[in-house]
């Protein structure tokens, strides 16, 4: 990949690299873990167009309820492809997309505020938005009318909850009862593709099931992201295995993340004005970085061989598969390309990843020290080495780690170091686990998982 193909908005159809001498390995894996990792590009194709086509009606349909029923809130149609489908790292089915779309409050000037928690503790990644200019919010009636501006201690800030339940969820449902059936238009005469959409509810995400009559269910998370900010950043040429730095733009997110449970550890206060700094452009980028270089690339086999495992396991209610997401997965590997594939101090001149059995060792190596230590650090919040790759971004700026561990229940993180045995039996013959980096091991179990 050119280094000005990064960060195109467009899916990707998964392609494992495996170096030469580990051509049966990929048959190995397949027969061992049983359930099948890939798929034809003719089923992608497919998937990606009903994706697209419905996301393409939706929005515009939603963008013209905005206008209707909201002054000053502005949809953007050009939605932002993300995850695993954006990513290469689906397994199975293509049956599942995730996707940003963008908006703005217009004329609303915004300060991001820290958020901390009962015991008076920084919450990394999570903040507030106050309200700057309160005389603006009389130019929104309709907003102010739905709850979305909260006057708390004298300070106006953004009602997350009123902003997701009132308003986008009231415009997704009139949007999607305008595309009914029983409303569909003809197009040329004919009738155009009829989508059967059914809406769910994840705060931040919006859950959409497509049903089509070519298609199989094709299942969308739809994720209204306000813009806060965008930042340049002038990525170092040996990342992107270039002579010369690139300067590449960052656009920046808030997530609607109100909490509808108990939870002891936000304020009463802030549970309905709560907002997550969204890293998923910078998340993209790392994946980007794999399609530029071949040990990268065995990380990324390395990742859906994992998933496809997890997959598996959790059918047999494996307590470390219960426990790990598509997301820890990602962190993990994420971790691997910063710690095996980035010039750093950790590892010495001249190291390299010889193929798909020696990075799913460090891969589930990981895996294995982050149950012991009942541990998995955000990638992007408290990483000391962000700036080797993001110099001077905003995340880099963010000190305290989070861990990821910390929302899931208790026993099930406690449980999850009796499950990986079953994890290692499976892929047993099928990963280095003896000759790997000392260095890099102890860097990840002694800084990388220290909270």
Known sequence: MAAEELFANTWRFPDDLFPTHEVSLRYQIQEKISIPIDFTRYLWEKACFVADDVLRIILTELQKQAEKNFEGLTIDRNFIRQGSARQGLKIESPDEFDVIVPFKIEGLRLQEVRLW??????????????????????????????????MVNGTRFLN??????????SLMDKAL???????????????????????????????LTVQVEFQDTVFVDFVPALVLDSETISIPGAIISSSHDKAINFPRFGLMKWINKENADICEKDKELRWRNCSSAYEKFMFDLCFM????????????????LVKRLKERQNQAAVLLTSYHLKTIAMYCILLLTIPTVIVPSGFHIAGVREALGYFLTFINLSFEKKCLPDFFLGNENLGKIFPDSHFTKIRVKYNLFEKENTRLVEAAKYGFPEMQKVLYGCYEDNNLNARVISYFRDRILTI
């Open 160 to 169: 997350t909850k009123a902003l997701q339940e009132q308003v986008f969820k």
């Open 177 to 207: 009862d305008e595309l009914s059936p029983s409303n569909t238009k003809r197009v040329g005469g004919r009738p155009s593709n009829v989508y059967y959409v059914t809406r769910g509810s994840r705060p931040p995400t919006m859950d």
């Open 293 to 308: 270089n071949r040990e990268r690339r065995y990380i990324m086999a390395s990742c859906r061989i994992m998933k496809a």
């Open 117 to 150: 928690d009962t015991a008076g503790q920084y919450l990394p990644g999570q903040i507030r938005l106050r309200v700057m200019n309160d005389e603006q919010i009389d130019m929104l009636p309709k907003l102010q009318r739905e709850g979305v501006f909260e």
